[in-house]
């Protein structure tokens, strides 16, 4: 080979390499930046309200209204069980501020009663109503409260080290429909490259990414933001943003764009009537839904979405429509890994410890009443070791608290009827009875010194006679103690060709006399 034909090989040969360097650099890019992005956070959790419409004197529609500052109070009491980090709350917090803003001041008085810090991101209803509400007249105090100190009602803030949160204002007044401004985008992108070595979470009151049906055309997209692509754009460009937060639609619903999750979460005074809580590591995002601890309210919530007009533009059956509210186990409970590209997992279910101990005496219940209509069938019993063991524990605890005691009655009621009976049968019957069962058991000699050890006690019918309760009465007694607990069972008599009665007071002195007399 030449020598300008070898020199021509290298060259072509680094070239190459140096391409694939750079391909594999590319590659790797993000996952450094990823690296990078997420190091120097301790593991937090945090919890997310939105839609708690909080209000006083009026009528309920598809939202709860009468009821939204019991369901504010039960949802600040779940918060408070968990020890969180922090709180967010994602607008529509009031339906609308009220006269002097009494409605936010009560929500203030509420949210005060939480053990852990909290921001909120304001809604369509935070600013409407009879009289329109200036966003930082009401809200920017309580920001500046927080140590936000700004003009305008969008702001970021570090709850705690490298953790980073920005709430975004998709609020207009009286309209559905949101909007992000174009000086609102770009303090959006600047702040997110200020921040892009802190984990960051958008929260906004409009879902950015809609979920179904909302992504589609009308009536759907009068609730989306126009400038949602913009904003996620944005977004996108920066690896450490892993989670955007909304509410609005009332949509239970997870979905994932590039790296980024994107959450819309129920509402808590419309069905189901449900908060958010959020665990995160470097690893994984776990999302929890929990519900107010009230069936009944949330029943009746769920009847009020019949008398919304926005599900029948979904389907016919309202019944579509709130199972996409309602979201199911999949996007209630889920495991968010933060490599991009990775599809959600199945969480196992924190549940509430109410639902599991109502959950537990329903089946102890069930168990009960099934042992009760199987009579005692073994192959019922079987069927299910845990039904059983929780049955027997019930019974356990019946029989400890008395609750088996009016059934042991009955069974000794029905003994002593016998008995009556038995004392009211002729003395003759007892007579002949005991003595027959003299002259088997007598020796021949009864005159000698050792009669007396071979005869046998005079009790011994009276035993046999305790044993051997009449036909009848012992069909009475089973069918009675059929239906007590069957784990005590008593030993069972001797079957006897001739019934005994039991022992006479007449008798007995009559016995007493022939033996003088035989003496």
């Known amino acids: 080979m030449k020598e300008t034909d070898i020199s021509k090989y290298f060259e072509r040969t680094v070239s190459r390499r140096h391409l694939l360097l750079g391909l594999t650099s590319l590659a790797v890019l993000p996952f450094g930046q990823e690296a990078k992005a997420f190091s120097g956070f301790d593991p937090f959790s945090f919890g997310y309200v939105t839609g708690s419409y909080l209000i006083t004197g009026q009528p309920d529609s598809y939202k709860l209204l009468q009821e939204s500052q019991l369901f504010l109070q039960d949802a600040i009491k779940g918060l408070n069980a968990e020890k969180l980090d922090f709180v967010l709350f994602g607008g529509d917090n009031v339906e609308a501020p009220g006269n002097d803003d009494a409605n936010w001041q009560l929500f203030l008085d509420i949210a005060q009663s939480l053990n852990c810090p909290w921001n909120f991101v304001i809604g369509e209803q935070d600013i409407s109503g009879p009289q329109m509400a200036d966003p930082m007249k009401t809200y920017g105090r309580d920001w500046k409260g927080k140590g936000i100190d700004r003009n305008v009602p969008y702001w970021s803030y570090d709850p705690m080290p490298g953790i980073h949160v920005v709430g975004l204002d998709t609020a207009r007044r009286n309209s559905n429909t949101g909007y992000l401004g174009k000086e609102q985008l770009n303090w959006l992108k600047d702040d997110l490259k200020t921040n892009r070595h802190k984990f960051t979470i958008v929260a906004s009151h409009h879902p950015l990414l809609p979920p179904a049906p909302f992504d589609g055309g009308s009536p759907w997209d009068d609730y989306d933001v126009p400038q949602g692509a913009s904003a996620r754009e944005i977004m996108g460009q920066y690896p450490s943003v892993r989670l955007a937060l909304s509410g609005h639609v009332h949509i239970n619903k997870i979905q994932q764009e590039r790296s980024i999750w994107y959450v819309s979460s129920p509402s808590l005074a419309v069905y189901p009537c449900a908060y958010r809580i959020f665990r995160v590591t470097t690893d994984y995002v776990s999302v929890e839904t929990y519900q107010i601890s009230f069936p009944a309210l949330i029943k009746k919530a769920r009847q009020k979405v019949e008398t919304w007009s926005l599900p029948y533009k979904y389907s016919a059956k309202v019944e579509a429509y709130t199972e996409l509210m309602d979201g199911g186990k999949a996007n209630q409970f889920a495991r968010l890994p933060m490599a991009a590209g990775k599809p959600m997992e199945p969480l196992s279910a924190k549940k509430r410890k109410e639902p599991e101990k109502t959950a537990k005496t329903h089946k102890v219940q069930k168990g009960e009443k099934s042992e009760k209509n199987t009579g005692h069938d073994e192959k019922q019993s079987t069927t299910s070791d845990d039904s059983s063991s929780t049955t027997a524990a019930a019974d356990e605890h019946k029989n400890m608290f008395g609750f088996g005691k009016k059934k042991k009655n009955k069974s000794e009621k029905v003994e ?27 020796a021949p000699d009864s005159g000698s010194p050792g009669s007396e050890k071979t005869m046998p006690d005079k009790t011994e019918p009276d035993k046999a006679t305790d044993q051997a309760p009449d036909k009848t009465a012992k069909d009475q007694t089973e069918n009675v103690d059929s239906k007590t607990d069957t784990s005590v069972t008593e030993p069972k008599a001797k079957p006897i060709p001739e019934l005994l009665s039991a022992p006479d007071p007449k008798a007995k002195q009559q016995d007493k006399k022939h033996e003088r007399t035989d003496k």
């Not at 002593?416 to 002259?439: M, V």
């Open 416 to 442: 002593s009827e016998k008995k009556k009976k038995e004392d009211a049968e002729p003395s003759k019957k007892s007579d002949e009875a005991e003595l027959k069962s003299k002259s088997e058991t007598q």
